[in-house]
């Protein structure tokens, strides 16, 4: 058989990636990304597309994501506001709700980080059960139908209240060919023809949970672990044609991407906590304050925690560039191939036109910066030095009780009017004005409750785990990144110093 002719993954992964070439860009001065120039649609590389989408292509109408959208293409709501898709898409994991996940959260590191884990090699173990919080936020399904003792195939109606292995596997191969990204080698071929094999069992799986809680909301009979998922506020939210089922679906499981990261984050954590100095000195003040230091102070936006947890971000920057598709409009779209442009983001937040010292590892200079509630229509308004801000200002208010009003400034970044965002090009690990990461609060939530699990515990970090050398694995963990799984947790020894893996306390 000749390859190149007729094999369906050459044709389809090998060679569009041949024909894939990406741009660098390494300094913004505004926090926006030129929406007739860059553009979100078809940014994915088409070589991934089988990995979204049973017909091996971008097609939309199976379902979509708020992220594969252009701005102009994300709904209006019935009073005209604008960008709906992502507006809705915000709804489940605004800062207001984060308090009816918490638990979910807390319980998770909890788990992770109990003294039986101590000494042992953290990310097999954070892959162990993640999956399990992973579908327990989406879905509020937690059960693992093998611990059932169950031989569950995805056919079977059993599966419904449990993850069926096939979910988990399903996930783990995703994850892996986007860490790995290297279509000629044979781990992306197997893990990408497991996707595709298993593909059908996950959207039966998810879209029959959707429609279930659909039924659910619609004969009022709703109950607490249901108002515990990011699907309840999405179902609740939606308007007109954003968000149908089809796409809450999708939104699912695309969002393997999007919560991958939270694992690639809490690796360099412990990197920085182990290797960075003035990392290490920073998070042994906030050890000393109340609450871990997540305290807001009188007139404050953030508390010192939350400014520790966004200078990691900014530094480490786990999420390495915000990719476009070049739009259809620009007058140098390509004829042949695709060409994609990457904004660098650890590039573009320690660029000098942003900071006096951006090399430095300083939660101090979140107390002073813009913030997204500071981007008014007085910077945004036609005589103002903003001239290209295109965005209205529109607020959305949410219609699942809670009342939170989600609004946007004029770089288009929709936040929770309550609490406002860090709106720079200078801070950037979570992308720019309208396309930016409506998932930013909610993780910087999760990564805050790790660090406070860290802090209750006097757990510290280490290297000297117990296992030998030839016994630690490579991990795929997030898009682009393999991580080694070199890292164990210890308890810091008051008497004799040092991380030791047997709490002393
Ligand atoms: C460490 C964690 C995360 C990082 C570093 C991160 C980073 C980013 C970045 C840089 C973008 C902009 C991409 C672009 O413009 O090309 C983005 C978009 C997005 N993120 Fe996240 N993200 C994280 C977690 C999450 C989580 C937990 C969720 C969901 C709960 C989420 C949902 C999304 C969505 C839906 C978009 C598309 C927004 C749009 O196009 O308007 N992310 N994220």
């Keep these: 058989m000749n390859r190149f002719y007729d094999d369906d993954y050459f044709q389809r992964v090998v060679i569009p990636s041949l024909f894939t070439r990406s741009n660098r860009v390494e300094q913004l001065v505004l926090p926006m990304l030129d929406k007739d ?7 994915v590389p088409p070589f991934l597309d089988g990995l979204l989408w049973k017909k091996g292509e971008s097609t939309p109408d199976e379902g979509n994501s708020v992220f594969l959208k252009d701005y102009g293409e994300r709904g209006v709501s019935s009073d005209g506001v604008q960008n709906l898709a992502k507006r809705v898409y ?11 996940y918490s638990t979910k959260v807390e319980g998770f590191f909890d788990q992770l980080l109990a003294d039986t884990n101590a000494g042992k090699p953290l990310m097999a173990k954070y892959v162990e059960t993640y999956w399990e919080l992973y579908w327990n936020l989406h879905l509020g399904i937690i059960e693992d139908c093998e611990k059932q003792g169950e031989d569950i195939t995805c056919e079977d109606d059993l599966y419904k209240g449990c993850i069926p292995p096939q979910v988990k596997e399903i996930g783990n191969s995703f994850v892996a060919c986007l860490a790995e990204a290297d279509v000629l080698s044979k781990n992306f071929r197997q893990n990408y023809e497991n996707v595709r094999e298993h593909q059908d069992c996950l959207t039966d799986w998810v879209s029959g949970a959707v429609t279930a809680m659909e039924t659910r909301i619609h004969d009022d009979i709703t109950n607490i672990d249901d108002e515990e998922t990011f699907v309840y506020y999405w179902l609740k939210n939606r308007e007109g044609a954003e968000f149908g089922n089809e796409d809450v679906t999708f939104e699912c499981y695309h969002n393997f991407v999007a919560l991958s990261q939270w694992g690639h984050t809490i690796y360099r954590v412990m990197e920085a906590l182990i290797d960075d100095d003035v990392v290490k000195s920073s998070f042994d003040a906030l050890k000393a304050q109340p609450n871990c230091g997540d305290t807001l102070g009188d007139g404050d936006t953030f508390t010192p925690l939350d400014r520790f947890v966004m200078d990691i971000f900014r530094t480490r920057s786990p999420n390495g560039g915000s990719l476009s598709s070049q739009s259809a409009g620009a007058k140098a779209a390509p004829t042949f191939g695709v060409i994609l442009t990457t904004h660098l983001h650890k590039e573009i937040s320690e660029d000098e036109i942003h900071w006096s010292d951006p090399g430095v590892f300083n939660p101090d ?16 308004g036609d005589n103002s030095n903003f001239n290209e801000c295109p965005f209205p200002h529109q607020d959305f208010r949410t ?16 936040y929770s009017k309550d609490k406002p965002v860090c ?3 200078g801070y950037a690990p979570f ?12 993780t910087i939530e999760v990564i805050k409750q790790f660090l406070k699990t860290v802090c209750d515990r006097n757990i510290c970090f280490t290297r000297d785990c117990n296992t030998d050398a030839d016994d630690i694995q490579d991990i795929p963990i997030a898009p682009g990144t393999i991580i ?4 164990c947790f210890g308890y810091n020894d008051v008497v004799n110093g040092g991380c030791q893996p047997n709490n002393p306390n």
């Excluded at 120039?37 to 940014?43: A, G, I, L, V």
């Excluded at 915000?90 to 009816?100: G, H, I, M, Q, R």
């Design 431 to 442: 992308g720019f004005g309208y396309r930016r990461c409506p998932g930013e609060q909610f």
């Design 399 to 414: 219609k699942d009780g809670t009342d939170t009003v989600i609004t946007n400034n004029g770089f288009g970044t929709v």
């Design 484 to 487: 080694q799984d070199d890292i």
């Design 90 to 100: 915000f709804s489940a994991v605004t800062p207001e709700l984060y308090p009816k």
């Design 423 to 425: 709106d720079t090009a």
């Design 365 to 380: 200079r979140y107390i002073d910066a813009p913030t997204s509630d500071k981007i008014d229509e007085k910077l945004c």
């Design 37 to 43: 120039f860059f553009s979100k649609k078809n940014s």
